[in-house]
């Protein structure tokens, strides 16, 4: 049964990705880019979109990804501290009706999540994080299709 989720790499493209090399430096910048005026409009601007507040939750659970697949260490629960920020300013957003905003302590996690996920980017190969991202991706969807762990969280 095909899956209802589209996934932005393919299986051939790991299979193609470079098994030793890291992705290309400009793919990584334009990546970071992205993330980093996410994160901006998340501070800054008045209204930020949740759509930005998702692309932070997608940098925080590739790096927990890479966790599971024994890629990273953290040893002092960084994306764990991550995870409880998101969940904490997505409850907010949604119980008091207010912008998506992380408070100053977790906005220092997050951009302290943002700058491993930049570190890793340069020494870990193509092929490691395009299926790092195929797996971020499938437990994502699993946890959107209700197939969740009991410490997983979702925000609709």
Known sequence: MKSKFKYTYSHMDVLLADPKNPLSHSK?????????ACLRSIEQNPNPTLAQWEIISDIVNFMETLLE?????????LIGDAVAALAKAGNRHLTQQVPIRFD?????????????????????SARTMITAHRLTEKRVNDILAGKCKPDNMAFV
Not at 28 to 36: D, F, G, K, P, S
Not at 104 to 113: A, E, H, S
């Open 28 to 36: 990584r910048e334009a990546q970071l880019e992205l993330i980093h």
């Open 69 to 77: 697949m024994g890629e990273v260490q953290d040893p002092d629960d």
């Open 104 to 124: 100053g302590k977790d906005l220092t996690t997050i951009r302290g999540v943002i700058e491993d996920y930049a570190m890793v980017g340069e020494h870990l």
